[in-house]
């Protein structure tokens, strides 16, 4: 079992930055694969950043491309993801996740197995 938990969201004023973090429990946090999604009110959740195990391997929604970057730690089994440049659209909730068996898990919400509970980000024109 994989227990991620998100923290680091909150309020900033558009153009800001913050970044928000999601610490993962387990000995092997080297082989998950990661992703972060997020879901607005009213809509559906969708797929902001991915990276691989190693981190080598990274992919982007084309609406935070250029302003987000996803990294991770495995010394600290945390994934961060910086996101700069901030609109009010891109207020959701965040949410991480992580699958074992992909060295890669992609944009498709279906590739993940475990999900974090979520943090709030809110921008503010």
């Known amino acids: 079992q994989v227990k991620l938990v998100e923290s680091g969201g909150g309020l900033v004023q558009a153009g800001g930055s913050l970044r928000v973090s999601c610490a993962a429990s387990g000995r092997t946090f080297s082989r998950y694969a990661m992703g972060w999604f997020r879901q607005a009110p009213g809509k559906e959740r969708e797929f902001v950043a991915a990276i691989s195990w190693s981190g080598g391997s990274t992919g982007y929604s084309d609406s935070v491309k250029n302003r987000f970057t996803i990294s991770r730690d495995n010394a600290k089994n945390t994934v961060y993801l910086q996101m700069n440049s901030l609109k009010p659209e891109d207020t959701a909730i965040y949410y991480c996740?992580?699958?074992?068996?992909?060295?890669?898990?992609?944009?498709?919400?279906?590739?993940?197995?475990?999900w974090g509970q979520g943090t709030q980000v809110t921008v503010s024109s």
């Open positions: 996740a992580a699958t074992t068996d992909k060295y890669y898990g992609g944009y498709d919400d279906k590739s993940y197995d475990y």
